[in-house]
């Protein structure tokens, strides 16, 4: 399976973006899925991962009620919705995905065989 994120700009404080996390040569099917984000100068950092056979989600404590993760079968993509955005959001944000993915693992990027490239996300204030 390959990712392909895409989707990041330059957005003033409070804008939105969509993010768009798109799958070749396979699907999300089974899959758990996640974003993940890191700044200049910091540690790789989780954003929101989700696994869809249950629906369970969990939300960094930074991004809760501001982010939302979706996905589109159809289109074989998922989406991270960015509300209200401020400039500590601005990083390079990459997709993840792998299969069996635990619940309480949601958030460790060890989890994650699959990685999308990373979109570059700028907010200004």
């Known amino acids: 399976v390959q990712l392909q994120a895409s989707g990041g700009g330059l957005v003033q404080a409070g804008g939105s973006l969509r993010l768009s996390c798109v799958a070749s040569?396979?699907?999300?099917?089974?899959?758990?899925t996640a974003w993940f984000r890191q700044a200049p100068g910091k540690e790789r950092e989780f954003v929101v991962g989700?696994?869809?056979?249950?629906?369970?989600?969990r939300y960094a404590d930074s991004v809760k009620g501001r982010f939302t993760i979706s996905r589109d079968n159809a289109r074989n993509t998922v989406y991270l919705q960015m509300n209200s955005l401020k400039p500590d959001d601005t990083a390079i944000y990459s997709c993840?995905?792998?299969?069996?993915?635990?619940?309480?693992?949601?958030?460790?990027?060890?989890?994650?065989?699959?990685w999308g490239q990373g979109t570059q996300v700028t907010v200004s204030s």
């Open positions: 993840a995905a792998a299969p069996g993915v635990i619940f309480s693992s949601l958030h460790l990027p060890s989890s994650y065989y699959y």
């Open positions: 989700r696994r869809w056979n249950t629906g369970s989600t």
């Open positions: 040569g396979g699907t999300f099917s089974g899959y758990a």
